[in-house]
């Protein structure tokens, strides 16, 4: 046997956030600094060796390398069996899929999800568990103190393993099958939705756009829309994956999948544009002069779920992140649903999903899924959208503007402050949480304050506490403000603020959402003092 003990020091930076460890790829290039995290998961996860491993990326810049490097650190650590993707790629929803199939003890995702990449930009690893989702916090805490002891790590002496065909391979005793990342995702969602219907759009004219922004998606949206679905060629642009994703950001909100808008707006003909992110677990969702938000996109699925073939059984119950925004709570009160409020973090649905207390879950930050996976799911959420286009038989714009009225709606606004100072952004929040007693009860203008506190979640299946989740403001008219700082920024701090007002009667419903939620907003700067204690008078971003 070649093994190797590497003598390595702790570096210490190893703190997953969000979703995984995400940092620069200069960082990541450091001596040791993969190898460390990589075995310090192996360490924590001891119930890997014997076992199987899934193992992809989303193509990104040092995505090859650190493949060959986890590969000889898997044989090393006793793994029997890694199913890798061809040229080391698989999407986030892919790789959860491949673990539940095959019985994997775990897998290894390399993707900084929407975070742009190149030799400058930021890389991520991390772990999903036997279940087909993201390590819990306990499992990634454990990981992290692992990483602040490590000394040493272990690894084969071997040639790279050829990635480029499917095939098998040998490393030490450990089996390493390359194998096609698109096939079974693509048949896994043949089996849920009605490709028969959905292709006899595109065959009566339907025209569409999806944007994979070079980045994992290509691939799979080629094979899925273009060669099983028939729609015509040219429907995915950006299709090929690039490791600096052409220079882009890979993330599906307004600003930058600003191509895929212009198409929309200068193309009367597209009745859908959507998009994915870096490792095609995001969605957006457009259709002509309407942009569907991912909340609104949860409620609506919710409320037609009955149309797609793998939920005409019914649900077990829904779930939304905190920031999200109400409009599913709203479906589900009316539908006689369990509805349930998390952390921001998809890890936090996969209890609620395993023991089968809901079937659809989602997030504000472009993400939603359903229990055939546990992570979420860019292109199960356009094909839902088809789905439900060809059985409806309606436009997108008349899809919302229909569930509005019936509903009522949710005005809906995230302003992001990205890469300010961590220290500024650390004293708005610790002067918000020492403000919280004292703002209960205030009046802002037509506002009255009912609640407000620091979102505490304790999870119904095994009552593990999460604290400090996000602070909010709860009005008495069901008004929302929530401030919260990013779990995936790379730079700085990125201050997320939530801004939400509900509006029942369609005749009152305004075009406009800023102007919906001006009065709001100001609150929400007057409260948080943002632009006294950033320096910044307005967002970055605004979605
Ligand atoms: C990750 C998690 C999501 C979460 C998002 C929050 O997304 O997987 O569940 O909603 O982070 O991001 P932030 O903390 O920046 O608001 P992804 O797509 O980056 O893996």
Request: net charge negative.
């Given at each position: 046997?070649?093994?190797?003990?590497?003598?390595?020091?702790?570096?210490?930076?190893?703190?997953?956030?969000?979703?995984?460890?995400?940092?620069?790829?200069?960082?990541?290039?450091?001596?040791?600094?993969?190898?460390?995290?990589?075995?310090?998961?192996?360490?924590?996860?001891?119930?890997?060796?014997?076992?199987?491993?899934?193992?992809?990326?989303?193509?990104?810049?040092?995505?090859?390398?650190?493949?060959?490097?986890?590969?000889?650190?898997?044989?090393?650590?006793?793994?029997?069996?890694?199913?890798?993707?061809?040229?080391?790629?698989?999407?986030?929803?892919?790789?959860?899929?491949?673990?539940?199939?095959?019985?994997?003890?775990?897998?290894?995702?390399?993707?900084?999800?929407?975070?742009?990449?190149?030799?400058?930009?930021?890389?991520?690893?991390?772990?999903?568990?036997?279940?087909?989702?993201?390590?819990?916090?306990?499992?990634?805490?454990?990981?992290?103190?692992?990483?602040?002891?490590?000394?040493?790590?272990?690894?084969?002496?071997?040639?790279?393993?050829?990635?480029?065909?499917?095939?098998?391979?040998?490393?030490?005793?450990?089996?390493?099958?390359?194998?096609?990342?698109?096939?079974?995702?693509?048949?896994?969602?043949?089996?849920?939705?009605?490709?028969?219907?959905?292709?006899?759009?595109?065959?009566?004219?339907?025209?569409?756009?999806?944007?994979?922004?070079?980045?994992?998606?290509?691939?799979?949206?080629?094979?899925?829309?273009?060669?099983?679905?028939?729609?015509?060629?040219?429907?995915?642009?950006?299709?090929?994956?690039?490791?600096?994703?052409?220079?882009?950001?890979?993330?599906?909100?307004?600003?930058?999948?600003?191509?895929?808008?212009?198409?929309?707006?200068?193309?009367?003909?597209?009745?859908?544009?959507?998009?994915?992110?870096?490792?095609?677990?995001?969605?957006?969702?457009?259709?002509?002069?309407?942009?569907?938000?991912?909340?609104?996109?949860?409620?609506?699925?919710?409320?037609?779920?009955?149309?797609?073939?793998?939920?005409?059984?019914?649900?077990?119950?829904?779930?939304?992140?905190?920031?999200?925004?109400?409009?599913?709570?709203?479906?589900?009160?009316?539908?006689?649903?369990?509805?349930?409020?998390?952390?921001?973090?998809?890890?936090?649905?996969?209890?609620?999903?395993?023991?089968?207390?809901?079937?659809?879950?989602?997030?504000?930050?472009?993400?939603?899924?359903?229990?055939?996976?546990?992570?979420?799911?860019?292109?199960?959420?356009?094909?839902?959208?088809?789905?439900l286009i060809a059985e409806k038989q309606q436009s997108v714009a008349d899809i919302v503007t229909r569930h509005w009225a019936r509903f009522g709606r949710h005005y809906y606004s995230r302003h992001d402050y990205e890469a300010i100072a961590s220290d500024k952004a650390n004293q708005l929040m610790d002067q918000l949480r020492a403000a919280l007693a004292t703002l209960k009860g205030q009046h802002f203008g037509d506002y009255r304050l009912n609640q407000c506190d620091d979102f505490c979640y304790t999870d119904p299946v095994d009552g593990s506490v999460t604290e400090q989740q996000g602070i909010r403001l709860?009005?008495?008219?069901?008004?929302?403000?929530?401030?919260?700082?990013?779990?995936?920024?790379?730079?700085?701090?990125?201050?997320?603020?939530?801004?939400?007002?509900?509006?029942?009667?369609?005749?009152?419903?305004?075009?406009?959402?800023?102007?919906?939620?001006?009065?709001?907003?100001?609150?929400?700067?007057?409260?948080?003092?943002?632009?006294?204690?950033?320096?910044?008078?307005?967002?970055?971003?605004?979605?």
């Amino acid at each position: 046997m070649s093994i190797q003990i590497v003598n390595s020091q702790p570096y210490p930076d190893q703190q997953p956030g969000t979703s995984g460890l995400r940092k620069k790829v200069t960082r990541f290039q450091q001596s040791h600094y993969l190898q460390n995290f990589v075995q310090s998961i192996f360490n924590v996860a001891t119930e890997l060796a014997g076992q199987t491993l899934v193992l992809g990326g989303d193509g990104r810049f040092f995505n090859p390398q650190a493949i060959q490097v986890i590969l000889k650190m898997a044989a090393a650590n006793g793994i029997a069996r890694v199913l890798v993707g061809q040229l080391g790629l698989l999407s986030t929803p892919a790789a959860s899929a491949l673990i539940r199939k095959n019985n994997a003890a775990g897998g290894i995702i390399l993707s900084a999800s929407h975070n742009p990449g190149g030799p400058d930009g930021d890389f991520g690893i991390k772990f999903n568990t036997a279940n087909g989702g993201p390590a819990p916090t306990s499992f990634t805490d454990a990981v992290f103190q692992a990483s602040t002891r490590i000394h040493q790590y272990r690894i084969i002496e071997s040639d790279d393993i050829d990635l480029s065909a499917i095939s098998s391979h040998d490393m030490e005793g450990m089996q390493i099958e390359v194998i096609d990342p698109v096939q079974d995702y693509a048949e896994m969602m043949a089996q849920i939705f009605d490709f028969d219907k959905i292709s006899s759009i595109f065959k009566n004219g339907f025209r569409m756009r999806f944007d994979a922004m070079h980045a994992i998606t290509g691939p799979y949206a080629i094979e899925i829309l273009q060669n099983r679905l028939g729609a015509e060629n040219g429907t995915v642009i950006n299709g090929i994956p690039l490791e600096d994703f052409g220079g882009c950001h890979p993330d599906p909100n307004l600003v930058h999948a600003r191509e895929l808008v212009e198409l929309l707006q200068t193309d009367p003909t597209l009745g859908l544009g959507a998009a994915s992110d870096g490792d095609g677990d995001r969605n957006l969702i457009l259709g002509q002069a309407v942009f569907v938000t991912p909340s609104d996109s949860l409620a609506i699925m919710t409320a037609n779920a009955g149309l797609i073939p793998g939920y005409q059984s019914g649900l077990k119950g829904v779930a939304r992140s905190m920031p999200t925004s109400a409009a599913v709570d709203t479906v589900a009160g009316q539908l006689g649903l369990a509805c349930y409020e998390t952390p921001t973090g998809w890890k936090f649905f996969g209890n609620l999903l395993d023991a089968g207390k809901i079937t659809f879950c989602g997030e504000e930050s472009f993400g939603s899924g359903s229990d055939h996976i546990r992570e979420k799911d860019g292109l199960w959420a356009v094909l839902f959208w088809l789905n439900l286009i060809a059985e409806k038989q309606q436009s997108v714009a008349d899809i919302v503007t229909r569930h509005w009225a019936r509903f009522g709606r949710h005005y809906y606004s995230r302003h992001d402050y990205e890469a300010i100072a961590s220290d500024k952004a650390n004293q708005l929040m610790d002067q918000l949480r020492a403000a919280l007693a004292t703002l209960k009860g205030q009046h802002f203008g037509d506002y009255r304050l009912n609640q407000c506190d620091d979102f505490c979640y304790t999870d119904p299946v095994d009552g593990s506490v999460t604290e400090q989740q996000g602070i909010r403001l709860l009005f008495a008219d069901g008004s929302r403000i929530v401030y919260r700082l990013s779990g995936t920024g790379t730079v700085g701090s990125t201050l997320r603020v939530y801004i939400e007002k509900y509006q029942s009667d369609p005749a009152l419903h305004s075009q406009d959402t800023q102007l919906a939620l001006a009065e709001l907003i100001d609150i929400a700067d007057q409260v948080g003092h943002i632009s006294v204690i950033t320096g910044r008078s307005a967002p970055d971003v605004i979605t």
